[in-house]
T-cell receptor, first 114, second 116 residues
């Protein structure tokens, strides 16, 4: 099946700094990618939809100025957590949508803000 | 708005027995339905999907699911459980009539524990 990678897999940062997470579709082009957030022992919550060449669409309650999304190419989307705080600590998972409506998920990035 | 319900937080099954993980959904139109599995500290792995056609869908690792429109259900099943099937299972839905590229709505997840 299709492969989606995320980098880094684990990051620790200090409060107030920014962190960039990359999501890449390795063997297919994805005009649409999604960013999810998962708290411990909870389900995935959709944060935003990333469309190549246009602005991301954010879900209600997600601060677009805090979670910056850039979908620069058909294989790369980035999520930047700006001015991170401890409450931003979470597991961030991206997915890339194939033309068959399947979503292929990355392995996730665990962010810890100290 | 679309939603997914997984009524069981945890399902315990003895190895070799059949297993069922329940899922019901709510969408305004016709659904795309998915099952994913997640192992600790890992991303989601796709198991199977229902888009259209045969209501019984077969997926990876011997899993299958049956789409029941009248009961708005999409239960995950396997005839004979393996200890290695122990993981967190998510059911997800997307409204087919939503157009665009809407993200999936996930259920809260069900921990499947297979006992040797």
């Amino acid at each position: 099946g299709a492969v989606v990678s995320q980098h880094p897999s684990w990051v620790i940062c200090k409060s107030g700094t920014s962190v960039k997470i990359e999501c890449r579709s390795l063997d297919f082009q994805a005009t649409t990618m999604f960013w999810y957030r998962q708290f411990p022992k909870q389900s995935l919550m959709l944060m935003a939809t990333s469309n190549e060449g246009s602005k991301a669409t954010y879900e209600q309650g997600v601060e677009k100025d805090k979670f910056l999304i850039n979908h620069a190419s058909l294989t790369l989307s980035t999520l930047t957590v700006t001015s991170a705080h401890p409450e931003d600590s979470s597991f961030y998972i991206c997915s890339a949508r194939s033309r068959l409506y399947e979503q292929y998920f990355g392995p996730g990035t665990r962010l810890t803000v100290t | 708005a679309q939603s997914v319900a997984q009524p069981e937080d945890q399902v315990n099954v003895a190895e070799g027995n059949p297993l069922t993980v329940k899922c019901t959904y709510s969408v305004s139109g016709n659904p795309y339905l998915f099952w994913y599995v997640q192992y600790p500290n890992r991303g989601l792995q796709f198991l199977l999907k229902y888009i259209t056609g045969d209501n019984l869908v077969k997926g990876s690792y011997g899993f299958e699911a049956e789409f029941n429109k009248s009961q708005t259900s999409f239960h995950l099943k396997k005839p004979s459980a393996l200890v290695s099937d122990s993981a967190l299972y998510f059911c997800a839905v997307r409204d087919r009539s939503g157009g665009g590229a809407d993200g999936l709505t996930f259920g809260k997840g069900t921990h499947l524990i297979i006992q040797p």
